[in-house]
């Protein structure tokens, strides 16, 4: 019986531990502004005065309508319940303290962009890194040939562009201008020249993070560098964090408080090739047309073309009512001059006048600028509407006629509808692929796709449109950064990571934050739903036993 005894209890074990290894983090309930252990105004006072430089703004203060608004997305109206500007990691340090004093829900915000509200929860503590804003480049650092840029999580990329700038380099970044330096990556990260790079987490070198136990460490290929809030440093070659922030998604293991990139020798020109195509009429049939044609090349374009395609429908007047119009925009980055690439070029041209009925204000347009920054510094900053959105990966294989006829069809029922409705596909292939699947948390299907779509609309429309779209490709995927924020728990974990990502992320999470002081809307470890199952209950069947 002994023996019996011992084997049923070391079962219990492993298949209790399996399961606790196995399930998501339970939700917690936090404290809010209409609770009573919401920390009062001398708990505030206390913190804004133990760190002076800081910026503790809480509701009924002056500048709390600003400071309550940071998020740049007309879809997201949550409010926080107090907003700490900071400056330095020992601020982070003890803002994240503070929030685990007072059991508060800590968020983080850099420049304010995202899409679906993870940098934002009612009543919650928001952490804004805005002022963390300082820039050095090194063209001698030994972790990269042509340099490096070391950025605060606060700094924009049209920032980090003219910095790299002012020592004839470029740094690979986003397309968006007031984008900040650090969401952007730690979701992916693409740009108009990641055919030529990679992606954004193709970049790092090094970053450095406060952890839930307050301790700032210090990531890289080689391992982790840890100083304890004690001061001790403690060193280890593990490299999970480093892995997991690559792609893992944002406000979720830890805060970054810095990043460290590589720098590039820019190109002799950076050219912009814009194709505008619209109609008015017989939506599907042109737009076929106007897809097929352009594919014929674009397949095949080297490396050194990057850029975006957007497709869709839009009101073109709006008075005294809405006239739609379908369109096809085509938006190719060339790394480097005309001349160096001509014999492409001229097939763009080519192509082009073939379809010239549908050319929307004259031929393509060509402007080469003398450095990517003097191309970004043109471009306005972006608030996003109140869209529904949801998206995929496309491999050159897939984005094939059917697939083209389905589009096709799709945007002309929108047209018939007189509803809006837009996707934007951005070029992926050349270096992107170059990394392998596994060395980055970013889903797999990054590395073999030659597009990630994103497409938006009301419901709708993106339901209807996913619907068909996602049935032309052979895997289920989208950008963690560019999503659809309706998918139940189960799926989109699998759909921004991939499965096995997925569980090798949330065994990360488990391990650095194991109370999930660190949590965010469709985020690793954010849902209780894989596995539920009572300790009690193996108790109680081991004493029936």
């Known amino acids: 019986m002994d023996q019996e005894l011992s084997t049923i209890v070391t079962w219990i074990l492993l298949l209790s531990n399996a399961l606790v290894m196995g399930q998501e983090f339970t939700p917690r309930s936090y404290c809010t502004p209409e609770d009573s252990c919401w920390p009062t105004t001398d708990d505030f006072d206390e913190l804004q005065s133990l760190n002076p430089s800081m910026e503790v703004i809480t509701r009924g203060d002056g500048g709390w309508a600003e400071a309550s608004n940071l998020v740049l997305n007309r879809r997201i109206s949550e409010t926080p319940g107090a907003v700490v500007y900071v400056r330095n990691?020992?601020?982070?340090?003890?803002?994240?303290?503070?929030?685990?004093?007072?059991?508060?829900?800590?968020?983080?915000?850099?420049?304010?962009?995202?899409?679906?509200?993870?940098?934002?929860?009612?009543?919650?503590?928001?952490?804004?890194?805005?002022?963390?804003?300082?820039?050095?480049?090194?063209?001698?650092?030994?972790?990269?040939?042509?340099?490096?840029?070391?950025?605060?999580?606060?700094?924009?990329?049209?920032?980090?562009?003219?910095?790299?700038?002012?020592?004839?380099?470029?740094?690979?970044?986003?397309?968006?201008?007031?984008?900040?330096?650090?969401?952007?990556?730690?979701?992916?990260?693409?740009?108009?020249?990641?055919?030529?790079?990679?992606?954004?987490?193709?970049?790092?070198?090094?970053?450095?993070?406060?952890?839930?136990?307050?301790?700032?460490?210090?990531?890289?290929?080689?391992?982790?560098?840890k100083q304890h809030i004690n001061g001790t440093i403690t060193t280890s070659d593990d490299t999970d964090l480093f892995w997991a922030a690559r792609g893992g998604g944002g406000g979720t293991f830890g805060v970054v408080t810095l990043i460290k990139y590589k720098l590039h020798l820019p190109p002799s020109k950076h050219t912009l090739y814009i194709c505008s195509f619209s109609t008015v009429t017989q939506p599907g049939k042109s737009?076929?047309?106007?897809?097929?044609?352009?594919?014929?090349?674009?397949?095949?374009?080297?490396?050194?073309?990057?850029?975006?395609?957007?497709?869709?429908?839009?009101?073109?007047?709006?008075?005294?009512?809405?006239?739609?119009?379908?369109?096809?925009?085509?938006?190719?980055h060339h790394w480097g001059a005309v001349e160096e690439n001509q014999r492409w070029f001229d097939k763009l041209e080519a192509e082009s006048d073939k379809l010239s009925e549908y050319l929307l204000s004259g031929p393509c347009s060509l402007t080469e600028y003398s450095t990517f920054y003097e191309y970004v510094k043109t471009l306005p900053n972006i608030t996003y509407q109140e869209v529904d959105m949801d998206g995929t990966f496309l491999t050159s294989s897939e984005y094939n006629e059917d697939f083209i006829k389905k589009e096709s069809n799709l945007n002309a029922a929108s047209f018939r509808a007189q509803s809006p409705m837009s996707a934007t596909y951005i070029r992926l292939g050349g270096q992107t692929r170059n990394t392998s699947s596994g060395a980055t948390a970013v889903n797999p299907l990054f590395r073999n796709a030659m597009w990630t779509i994103a497409y938006g609309g009301n419901a709708r429309q993106v339901k209807?449109?996913?619907?068909?779209?996602?049935?032309?490709?052979?895997?289920?995927?989208?950008?963690?950064?560019?999503?659809?924020?309706?998918?139940?728990?189960?799926?989109?974990?699998?759909?921004?990571?991939?499965?096995?990502?997925?569980?090798?992320?949330?065994?990360?999470?488990?391990?650095?934050?194991?109370?999930?002081?660190?949590?965010?809307?469709?985020?690793?470890?954010?849902?209780?739903?894989?596995?539920?199952?009572?300790?009690?209950?193996?108790?109680?069947?081991?004493?029936?036993?």
């Open 89 to 225: 990691s020992s601020h982070v340090q003890a803002v994240v303290k503070f929030s685990q004093d007072y059991n508060l829900n800590l968020k983080i915000i850099s420049s304010g962009h995202e899409f679906i509200g993870r940098n934002i929860a009612p009543g919650c503590l928001l952490l804004s890194v805005a002022y963390m804003d300082e820039i050095s480049t090194d063209l001698s650092c030994p972790e990269h040939s042509s340099g490096c840029m070391t950025v605060e999580p606060g700094v924009w990329w049209l920032q980090a562009y003219k910095a790299a700038d002012k020592v004839n380099r470029i740094v690979m970044g986003g397309a968006e201008p007031s984008v900040s330096v650090t969401g952007w990556m730690l979701g992916g990260g693409h740009s108009p020249v990641s055919p030529k790079l990679g992606l954004g987490v193709d970049q790092v070198l090094m970053l450095q993070m406060v952890l839930a136990d307050l301790s700032l460490v210090t990531l890289t290929k080689d391992g982790t560098y």
């Open 287 to 332: 737009l076929k047309e106007i897809r097929n044609g352009m594919n014929s090349v674009m397949q095949d374009l080297p490396e050194e073309f990057g850029g975006y395609l957007l497709t869709g429908t839009t009101c073109y007047t709006t008075f005294p009512s809405c006239k739609m119009a379908a369109y096809a925009l085509y938006v190719f």
């Open 464 to 545: 209807r449109y996913g619907a068909i779209i996602k049935s032309t490709v052979a895997a289920k995927g989208q950008y963690f950064s560019e999503c659809d924020d309706t998918l139940d728990p189960g799926e989109w974990q699998e759909e921004f990571w991939g499965q096995s990502n997925y569980d090798r992320l949330l065994d990360i999470k488990r391990k650095y934050d194991p109370d999930n002081d660190f949590t965010c809307k469709q985020c690793v470890g954010s849902n209780a739903t894989r596995y539920k199952i009572s300790l009690y209950l193996l108790l109680l069947i081991f004493l029936l036993y």
